[in-house]
Each structure stands twice: as structure tokens, then as C-alpha cells.
């Protein structure tokens, strides 16, 4: 799955946009990791890419402990911290836009996983009342604010925008659109002609912050022009 493209021209202000995830439940549900492997091989890709960013949009004042849902259950849930690990290292900078890609990622662990470990890894369940649901979603993206023609305009921006703006121009655009960096280093590169800029943003990687934290970095960029 690839996304639109985003190549602003010289000059051209930033169009502040959010997502709004509406999920919904797919009657699916598993409490082990045969279970867990069967659902991961036939959901819909965007369910993929819910369960993995789940925890950021979900709590975005939050750190999460691993970076996706996949990974918190199989520790917290099956008590199984190696392969919450194992998950945990999927590079998804290289998915770029192929959520068929990171499936195939998530799949691929838990099997290695399961062929590996000792016979009762298999059949380790979770708590009744704590079974894997797997729900998928829909992105609604809306404008979010005027536009911004400056760094320092887009930073005041982004202060007042709710957190969302920025999981969209940041995780979603890589992930999910595909973009081969965030929103805004592509913006203060190609529209601003800031090279400086655009190298400062375009290392913050994501999924080592919160939601917030990620915001505060960018805001921060932006206002302090290195």
C-alpha cells in the first residue's frame, strides 16, 4: 500500500493535518500465539498497522514498552518477553507504505519463535478476560489549522494542534503513506530551503518517544533553527 505523495514547492506554506482513527472490532480474537500467528496471517493490512500504533495514538503522553500491540500482549500477556523482544526489533522505518511487508514481519517472528522454542510455548494461554481483539480501522484526515509559511509560524502551530497532527505528518506518512521522511523535513527542505532543518527532523525517529515528546522535539527544531 503506497500513499499520495508530498512535495511541497518553494515557498508553499504547510497544510496542518490530523488523523482520526475510527476502529472497529473484527470478531477475531486470540489467546495464544497459534491463535495470534492465524490472526496476523489473514486480517486486513490496516488492522496490522492499528495493532502496531495502537499504543502511541492510544495514550500519546505515553512511552510505550514495546512498539506495538503484538509485542506488549506476548510479554504482559503470555508472559513470552523474548519474542516481545524479537517483535519489537522490526525495523518499520523499511516498511515504507508495504503494509503487506510488515505482516510478513510480524508472521515470520512468531513462527521462527514458535518452531524454536520448547513445546509448551504453544500452549501458553492469556487470561480469559485478556485475549487479543483484533479490530482494524479507518483514517480520517481533516484539516487541522491555517496554514503555516515559516518555521517559527508552523512550531506556534503545532503548540496548539492536538497531538494527532503529529502522529499523522510523522508515523503515519511513513508507514502508512510511505513517504521517505516525515512531513516536516520534507516541508522546511523543499518549501523553506533548509537543509539544516530538514536533517535535524528528519532524525527523530519516532518510536523511541511518545506522541508528545515527538511534538516537543519538532516544536523545538522548529523554534531553535538547528
Given at each position: 500500500?503506497?500513499?499520495?505523495?508530498?512535495?511541497?514547492?518553494?515557498?508553499?506554506?504547510?497544510?496542518?493535518?490530523?488523523?482520526?482513527?475510527?476502529?472497529?472490532?473484527?470478531?477475531?480474537?486470540?489467546?495464544?500465539?497459534?491463535?495470534?500467528?492465524?490472526?496476523?496471517?489473514?486480517?486486513?493490512?490496516?488492522?496490522?498497522?492499528?495493532?502496531?500504533h495502537h499504543p502511541y495514538f492510544s495514550r500519546v503522553s505515553v512511552?510505550?514498552?514495546?512498539?506495538?500491540?503484538?509485542?506488549?500482549?506476548?510479554?504482559?500477556?503470555?508472559?513470552?518477553?523474548?519474542?516481545?523482544?524479537?517483535?519489537?526489533?522490526?525495523?518499520?522505518?523499511?516498511?515504507?507504505?508495504?503494509?503487506?511487508?510488515?505482516?510478513?514481519?510480524?508472521?515470520?517472528?512468531?513462527?521462527?519463535?514458535?518452531?524454536?522454542?520448547?513445546?509448551?510455548?504453544?500452549?501458553?494461554?492469556?487470561?480469559?478476560?485478556?485475549?487479543?481483539?483484533?479490530?482494524?480501522?479507518?483514517?480520517?484526515?481533516?484539516?487541522?489549522?491555517?496554514?503555516?509559511?515559516?518555521?517559527?509560524?508552523?512550531?506556534?502551530?503545532?503548540?496548539?494542534?492536538?497531538?494527532?497532527?503529529?502522529?499523522?505528518?510523522?508515523?503515519?506518512?511513513?508507514?502508512?503513506?510511505?513517504?521517505?521522511?516525515?512531513?516536516?523535513?520534507?516541508?522546511?527542505?523543499?518549501?523553506?530551503?533548509?537543509?539544516?532543518?530538514?536533517?535535524?527532523?528528519?532524525?527523530?525517529?519516532?518510536?523511541?518517544?511518545s506522541v508528545d515528546e515527538l511534538r516537543s522535539r519538532v516544536i523545538?527544531?522548529?523554534?531553535?533553527?538547528?
Amino acid at each position: 500500500m503506497s500513499g499520495e505523495a508530498f512535495a511541497p514547492k518553494p515557498g508553499e506554506p504547510f497544510i496542518l493535518r490530523k488523523g482520526l482513527v475510527v476502529s472497529k472490532a473484527l470478531g477475531l480474537r486470540a489467546n495464544d500465539l497459534e491463535t495470534l500467528l492465524r490472526g496476523i496471517r489473514t486480517v486486513d493490512p490496516l488492522s496490522i498497522y492499528y495493532h502496531v500504533h495502537h499504543p502511541y495514538f492510544s495514550r500519546v503522553s505515553v512511552r510505550p514498552e514495546y512498539p506495538s500491540a503484538f509485542a506488549i500482549w506476548t510479554a504482559k500477556q503470555l508472559g513470552q518477553p523474548i519474542l516481545a523482544e524479537r517483535l519489537s526489533g522490526i525495523d518499520l522505518h523499511e516498511v515504507r507504505g508495504d503494509l503487506e511487508e510488515l505482516r510478513r514481519a510480524f508472521a515470520t517472528r512468531i513462527d521462527e519463535y514458535l518452531r524454536a522454542a520448547p513445546p509448551g510455548a504453544a500452549l501458553v494461554q492469556s487470561p480469559p478476560d485478556r485475549a487479543f481483539d483484533f479490530c482494524t480501522m479507518q483514517f480520517v484526515v481533516i484539516r487541522a489549522a491555517p496554514p503555516a509559511a515559516t518555521a517559527p509560524e508552523l512550531a506556534a502551530a503545532l503548540r496548539r494542534a492536538g497531538s494527532m497532527v503529529v502522529f499523522y505528518h510523522t508515523y503515519d506518512a511513513l508507514v502508512r503513506l510511505g513517504r521517505p521522511t516525515n512531513d516536516f523535513a520534507e516541508w522546511t527542505r523543499a518549501a523553506l530551503g533548509r537543509e539544516d532543518l530538514a536533517a535535524a527532523l528528519g532524525r527523530l525517529d519516532p518510536y523511541v518517544h511518545s506522541v508528545d515528546e515527538l511534538r516537543s522535539r519538532v516544536i523545538a527544531i522548529l523554534e531553535g533553527g538547528v
